[in-house]
């Protein structure tokens, strides 16, 4: 996305609203136009930052995210993650698994909650997450199930790499 155009909008605006104050007001408005530019930027930055924050919470548990490329914004749109590792994430050869494979407590609606977690709790938790091959939020789930269900926890473990899979099955 392009910012130029909104400050040059904001400049002309600015030449504008100065031309009703005279001479003295135009020249000082082009003063002040070069140094507010990266102001604007910024503010511009902050707002677009808190729309896909609101966006964000409205498409859970898709998401939208500000990036920057160089100085100008980019918008990325993480529809919702699945449970599952993407093809891409599990190898060429890993084939997905069959749709009606969830655990119990996995299957129907979903909430979205924010969880904060000390770094080296959180650096564990992606370490065991790459090891099954799951995403971390479907570590995260059949965690959270396994404590609330502790004999249902290990019956729904897999390891596996490549085709072979070895591991619990219900």
Known sequence: MQLDPYIDLLRRELAVAASAGGEEAQALAERLTAPLESAIRLTLLEALSAATDEITRELAPGSVHLRLRGREPDFVVAPAAT???SPDAAGPSAAPPPADDAAPGEK????????????DIKTRVE???????????????RAAASALDPGAGASRRFSGAGQRVTGWAR
């Open 83 to 85: 449970d599952r590792p």
């Open 108 to 119: 129907g609606a979903t909430s979205r909650i924010n969880l904060r977690l000390p770094d």
């Open 127 to 141: 370490e065991a997450a790459a090891r099954e091959r799951i995403s971390v939020n479907a570590w995260l789930v």
